[in-house]
């Protein structure tokens, strides 16, 4: 049985995601998910330099920027950012 991490997302990812496409934010939002429900058994893609500790996933041309928060009994899941891969990092 898969244990699925609650998820937290920051205002500016609220915001992000009222700004996309409605197919384009529903395909971030089951990716979301499917991220809460395997945690545990994917690989993390971390970033590197400035934001270091923060993780990506990629949703096609868009990146979903999260951080994780231990919690017991699982990680918490921070999502910060929502944005197209070509604006993301500045």
Same mark, same amino acid.
């Given at each position: 049985? =898969?244990t699925? /991490?609650?998820?937290?997302?920051t ?6 995601? #009222?700004?996309?496409?409605r #197919?384009? $934010? =529903?395909?971030? *939002? ?5 991220? $809460?429900?395997?945690?545990? =058994?994917? =690989?993390?893609?971390?970033? /590197? !330099? ?8 990629? *949703? !096609? ?10 919690q017991?009994p $699982?990680?918490?899941i ?5 944005? /197209?891969r070509?604006?993301v990092?500045?």
């Open positions: 049985m =898969t699925s /991490h609650p998820v937290l997302v205002k500016e990812a609220k915001a992000d995601l #009222a700004k996309l496409d #197919a384009v $934010a =529903t395909r971030v *939002v089951q990716r979301i998910r499917w991220l $809460a429900e395997n945690l545990d =058994t994917t =690989t993390l893609l971390p970033l /590197h !330099g400035a934001w270091q500790g923060y993780y990506k996933l990629r *949703v !096609g041309d868009y990146r979903v920027i999260y951080r994780l928060e231990p017991a $699982a990680a918490q921070v999502i910060e950012y929502v944005r /197209h070509r604006e990092y500045k």
